[in-house]
Structure formats: C-alpha cells, structure tokens
C-alpha cells in the first residue's frame, strides 16, 4: 500500500515497541514477523502516528498491542472489513493488517476474497502457522491432508486452501509470501507491501512451536526457495505466478509472486474522496444542497 | 372527524401501480394537501398482486385510514379481491373491455371505461390507467391542468409526441367521466401550502445527510434497501462515501473502521442481517467507537415475509450482542420523526461513545408522507462528544508511548477519543477487555479490580444518556377513559383511533414511546397513574413492548391490541378493540386485516 508522503528519520526500534511484551510463545514465528513490521517501518520512516496495524482475533492478531503504532484488536474474520472502513474515512493513514490463517481464510474468508477485490490500499499479513493455536491445536484452513490434529485426530481429509492462488484468482494486485525465518526478505517483502499502491497479501509461514510439529523452521528451511533468486522470474506475468503459487513439497516458493501497478485503488477510483480525506472536511451537506433533495420531492 | 379521500389502486407488479400513484400522489401535494401512501406488495418482481392505498385531505393524514373512496383495478383480480371494500358513496373505475365487475354494496357507483373505444390500445399498454386517472381526477373536482403539467413532467424525456399522446388519453379518461360518471359530492380542496413526499427510507437517509454522516454501507435487504438507493444517488452532491459491502457482518465493521477513522458512519438492514451485525455492535460498546445502525423490521422469524411489516426485533435489539454494555435504542414516530431521529441520535452516541439503534419498520420506511419541508431541517445541532482531531506539537513531533489514556477512569464514564493520525495520541483499542491506557486485561494481565472498574466506567453512561434523552409525553387529555399505549410507527393510527373514539364518547388519549433504551420507566409510570384503562398496541404476536415496559417498570397494561399478519393497524381496528375491551369482552384482541394482499 501506498506509504504516506511525510517521512520522518531519527526512529530506532526502539522507538517502534509497544507498551507490552509480546505474550507469544517462545520461539513462536511471529516474533520474527513483528521484527520485520517494525524494521521495514523505521526504514520506511513513516510517522508513526500515521500507521494503524489491525488486526483480528488469535495469537497473532496480539500484534498491534505491540507494537507502537495506532492499532485496534477488533473481531476474529473482521479486520479486513474494519480497516477498509477506516481506509475510506482516512486514506492518508498507511494501514496493515495483520492475523492469522484461521482469522483470515476461515471465519474471514469472505472479507478476505472481497478486500482484494476492491483493490483496497492496504497490506495484508497473515502469520500462517497452519493450525489454530490460541484454541490449543485444531485444524486451520492451512493444514495439510493427513495433518493430526484435536479437532482431526484421525487426520486431515480436507484440501488446504491455497492463499497465493486464491489472491491472485480474487484480483489481489501485489501477492507474496515470506518466512519468519528469513528476515531480512520479509522485512523487504513488507516494505514493498505497504510502498504498493493496492492491496497487497503478505502470507508469511511463521511456525508454531507448541501445536504444529509438522510444519516446523526444520521443515521450512531447506524447502524455501526465494524467487528473487531466479533472475528470469517475471512478477507482473499473471499466469506464470499462478504456476508457481502451485507448488508446494520439496520446493516452496516465497517472495514476490506478482504485482500490477495499474488497478485504481478503492479510494482512488471514488470522486467523493477527491477533496481529501473525509475525516478532514466539513460534516455539514451545503445548505443549497440540502434544498435541492428537499426539492426533487416536491 | 377529519374528512380526508382514499384511492386504492391495484394490479400485478410490473403492471404499473406505482405510477399513477405517484402522479396522484404529486397532484395533491401541489393542492396543498396532505398524503399518506401505503403499498401491499408481494415479493415477486412480475405478476402477483399488489395494492396501493393513497389517502388525502386538508388535515394530517398519517395512516391508510379505513375507507376507499375510489378503487381503481388495473385487473380482474383487484376487482375480485377489493370491490367488498367499498361502500356507500364510493366508485370504481375500470377497464370495461378486460374487467368484469362483481356485485357491489348499495350506493357504489361502478364506473366502466371503454378503453379500446378512447385510446389507441396497441400504441399505449398503459392507456387504461392513463384513462382511469383523467376520469377519477374528473372526478375528484380537480381541473385537467393539474394532470397535464404531471405528465408533461412525467414523459419530458421521452419527447413531445409521447407527451402529447398521454395527455390526449387523460383528456379522453377525463371528459368521459364528466359526460358519464357522477362527481364525489366534495371537490378536492385547495390549499396554498407545499409539502414534500418521502418514505421513511428517503427521511432516514436524508436526515444523516444533515447529521453529517460521511460512510454509509449495506447489503441489500427488503424494507431497507431505499435508505441505501438514496444514499448512493446522492452520495457525490453529499459528499457521502456509499458502500455496498458483501454481507451484514461486513456491513457493520466497515461502518465501525469508518467512524473508527473520525467520521459519522451509518448503516440499515432488516431483522435478518441485524442480526449479523450483532457481534459488531458489542465491538462497537467495547472499543467505544460510535455508529448508528437502522433495522427496517419487517414480519419474521428468519427470512419470514420480506414485504411485509412487523414490530417484532425489539428484544432482539434489547439483546443484540453478549455481555453488558451502554446503547440507544430509538424508534421513529412517522416519517417525518425518521428524519429528525437520525441528528438526535447520532449526537447521543457520538457523546456516549456507544452503537444507537433506530427500530424502523416497513411501514415507515416503505410509506409515503407529505412533511413540510421546514421540517427537514439541514443544520440540526451536531455534537460530537469529546473528540481529539489534533495533536500537540504538531504532526513532525516523533509519537511515543505517550500519557493519553484512551479509557481513562471519569466520573462521567466519557474518555475522551482520539482519532488514528493524531500526534501523541498513539493507542491500541481493543475488543479484549483493557485497561486505561488500552492494554489488554484479557491474556496475561487479567485482573478482576481493573476489570470491575472497566465495567462501571463503560456502565456510569448509562446515567448519562438518561439525562440527555427526553422523556415520554401523553398526546391529548390528561386523563381519559382509556389510555393507548404504543411505540414507533404506530402513532399516526392511534392518534385518529383516540379521535374517533372521543366523538363515539369515549375519551382517548396517547402514550407514544420513541426513546425504548433509555425508557424513563419512572416517568412513565408517573404519566400512567391518572389512566382509567390501560391498552397497549403493537405490531408483533407477544406484545415485546408489553413484557419490557413489565420487565423495566413492573407495570402491567389492562389490555393488548396485537396484529402479526404482516399489515398494519388501520383506525377501527384499534376503536373497535377499545369498545370490546372496555365492555369486558377481552384483554386481547388482534383484529382481523380485510384487506387482502
């Protein structure tokens, strides 16, 4: 999504903690994501009363009171609906939202698939561990088949959902997937999330130590491939994006799968908005105005 | 009694009811007089049978009334279904060629038109209705000028020669009743006054117009689907951001990220997506960010009757979304009350920082009523509450974890509100219960002492919002034989029922509730202490507002008039309910609705 044009320097990590702690497990993969918002937010020098992190319900959706930025912990499946409200009624303000996978491809399913149709400014990551964790160990709508979990004891007989294809079927116009393990291309995955001017999915694979112990850092690491480390790989190609969001087994892709930067985003293509954020103009309909649906009936 | 004029017009949908409605509709506004429209519909976009009761006269008109005056069939099964209606006094025009009239009470005059004989039926598939209004207008006592500027108005873009042709059938509807038909004994007066037609769906949308509402999203839902066509025909001349989001739960959380955001947010559905945005509204007490949510009731439970109207969501408001937590709830008292409500309302909740509730119905939301246009008011008062839209030192000043606490612990349970992109105001809301400064008290710090204190700083609005909502007040006598209890969109039927009755004798007054949360139950119990007899109407077959005003005040009502067949309450239901009650014949009563649709 689009950073905002005023840019402040002198902001160290520090300066991005939240007022607590994070209360994630230790080792839990989503430490590794909150480092890289916060990394790719100092470099990006957006102030930071300019940024609102949203999130949803879950382990991960503990992220905004972490970090310190405005931030609002709404319901599970709904920040996507929340945040493109708030993007339409302050589009000057950079948005990120940030969930898990059961939050945003299960109960937020619908949201999910009609934000990115929208083209809504806004990044979108989801902290991907594959199994529901703040309930204690069911299957998500990641989990792959045979996958024992509480809720699937005898194992997973359900097709996972595909969150690259998916997004790049729906219309979303950026399209990545990072690791927790890999810093550095996940803090400079987000920094192009939230410089896209559109909606942009950040499907980050970030491991969960207590629940999952299929999909485990071992697992990840030598799977990962970086497509930014194939020199010939072309991001705005649709199709080939849509071939390679399909492979999943000893090679996992991650990195930018796609960008289009010539979708207008929702804000962008209403004319209401043209005079600037709603939240900044007069609340009061022009007098003259008001007369004229008076008018029309009589 | 107030002498006013009904014309039902019936046919199937798609066969064109609602235009010569309309055209009757502006002729009579423009003599100055008053109008109530109601359409019975069926929920089918071609054929079925549909029924538009327009009543007129030089006083208020607030209810369909209890007569037809003039019965305009646009087919044989209005005819067979209606022409009972009429009585003594009355007339029905209609196509002689396709249309076979019944028998007819005494001293109705049936008023065939030879259609195919007046107009060119293979040019003009609506020449029956275009005749039928000409001769009813005839009529009616109103000069052919009036018709004639209306069509012209009506067909302008269509071209001179449409124009020419309607207004030659209308004259041929017209001069045949004058040479065949008697005239109503009364002419139609004339007033210099001017008025505006809207339903309550118009009214609404309009009225958060004025309140400054900035973001309006919904799904469409029968009756409330007019609130969102208006807001999104005028949403560039208002300056409005109109959504149509992909369901209610949507719906709501968009509406609460905008008023998140700084800006008054709104949104209307019926019974059935209300209740999809119940867990929203608790989102909506719990991070305290105002919006104003519309339920256009229509008859339930589940999908129920879609075209229908019903007074049967109030429980469900008074217990939408777990857990406890400070909201308004208001319902309009006509049509021109949907449009003041919506200022009222929204100052309310931006105040108190808490969802408000309008409990609408069909029959205000889709009905149409002539409202003086001094009524809608375009500068109503806008408060906002305690609102931070700038920051201290300016927006280059680095944000830290500052000292602003956005639920601070106040006396009057208010903390004020910062919007995201105020400098030195960075905060987390959140849905988990929290502490002052937003930290959440769910995970690892609960604690049962801030908990508690959380709950009652939330709850100390309660005593607020009572303060500022006004109380009830009886409209009539002081004391009367019988006092009729209502809320909402009954009032308009209950006023002319207590009319009547105190011409029959009995003297009526009314007690009409538009604020249901907060209720003043001890005022109210105050008003009813000089009652002789109690009764209370309501659209629904439990009598909802019967239990709560039991379950808020202890009172209990001498007796009930209940109606849950998907109409509404016409005058003599109600006058013939009170003499059987007051004779002792029953403590309930539901009348039964003659009118069939």
Known sequence: MEASTQRVGRLTIHDLKGKVEPDWCPGCGDFGVLAAIQKALVELEIPLHNVVILSGIGCSSNLPGFINTYGMHTLHGRALAVATGLKLANHELTVIVTGGDGDGFGIGGNHFVHTMRRNVDLLYVVMDNQIYGLTTGQTSPTSRIGMKTKSMPFGNIEAPVNPISLALAAGATFVARGFSGEQKHLTELIKQGIEHKGFSLLDAFSPCVTYNHDNTYQWFRPRVKKLEDDSAYDPTDWTTAMEKSLLWGDEIPIGKFFERTDVPTLHGAEPVLNEGPLVHRDPRVPLEVGRSFIEELM | MKRSFAIGIGGAAGQGVATPGDIFAKIFSRRGLHLNAYNAYQSIIRGGHTFLTIRTGLQEVRNMGDRIDLLIPLNQDTMDRHLRLLGAGAA????????????????????????????????????????????????????????????????????????????????????????????????????????????????????????????????????????????????????????????????????????????????????????????????????????????????????????????????????????????????????????????????????????????????????????????????????????????????????????????????????????????????????????????????????????????????????????????????????????????????????????????????????????????????????????????IVENNYSGQFARYLRSETSFVADGHIRKYDGEPFMPHHIVEAVKDQLAGKTKLSVPMHEIMV
């Open chain 2, 92 to 535: 029905c025009i209609y196509n002689a060629d396709t249309i076979h009239p019944g028998s007819a009470a005494e001293g109705v005059q049936l008023c065939p038109l030879p259609v195919s004989k007046l107009a060119d039926i293979t040019r003009n598939k609506v020449a029956q209705n275009t005749l039928a209004m000409g001769a009813g207008l005839q009529m009616m006592g109103i000069g052919f000028e009036s018709l004639e500027e209306v069509l012209r108005e009506q067909f302008k873009k269509k071209g001179e020669a449409v124009v020419a042709e309607n207004v030659g059938v209308a004259r041929a509807g017209y001069d045949h009743a004058a040479a065949h038909f008697k005239a109503f004994p009364l002419p139609l007066p004339r007033t210099e006054n001017r008025y505006a037609i809207l339903s309550g769906n118009i009214a609404m949308a309009m009225g958060g117009a004025a309140a400054g509402v900035k973001f309006y999203c919904a799904y469409p839902m029968s009756p409330s689907t007019g609130v969102l066509h208006w807001m999104a025909a005028h949403a560039r001349k208002a300056g409005i951001m109109v959504r149509q989001v992909e369901d209610e739960i949507g719906v709501v959380n968009m509406a609460i990220g905008a008023a998140h955001g700084g800006v008054r947010a709104m949104c209307a559905t019926s019974g059935g997506g209300f209740a999809l945005m119940s867990e929203g509204l608790g989102m909506s007490a719990m991070i305290e960010t105002p919006i104003v949510v519309i339920d256009c009731q229509r008859a339930g439970p589940s999908t129920g009757v879609p075209t229908k109207t019903e007074q049967g969501d109030l429980w469900q408001m008074l217990g939408a979304a777990f857990g406890d937590y400070p909201r308004v709830i208001a319902a309009p008292l006509d049509i021109g009350d949907c449009f003041k409500l919506i200022p009222e309302i929204f100052n309310i909740v931006d105040r108190f920082q808490c969802p408000g509730l309008v409990l609408c119905d069909l029959l205000l939301s889709e009905g149409r009523l002539t409202v003086d246009p001094k009524e809608l008011d375009f500068r109503p008062p806008i408060d906002r509450g305690e609102l931070i839209t700038a920051g201290k030192g300016g927006p280059s000043a680095p944000a830290t974890n500052g000292a602003y606490k956005r639920y601070q612990i106040t006396e009057s349970g208010i903390s004020p509100r910062a919007i995201p992109g105020v400098p030195g105001h960075i905060h987390t809301v959140a849905t988990d219960e929290h502490q002052e400064d937003g930290v959440l008290i769910s995970d690892e710090f609960t604690n049962p002492i801030k908990r508690r204190a959380m709950m009652e700083k939330r709850m100390r609005k309660v005593a607020g919002i009572e303060a500022a909502v006004p109380q009830p007040a009886l409209v009539g006598p002081r004391t009367a034989d019988v006092t009729l209890i209502g809320w909402g969109s009954t009032k308009g039927v209950i006023e002319e029922a207590c009319e009547i009755l105190t011409e029959q004798g009995i003297s009526a007054n009314q007690l009409p509730i538009r604020w249901l949360v907060p209720l003043h139950g001890e005022a109210i119990l105050e008003l009813l202490k000089g009652s002789r007899h109690t009764i």
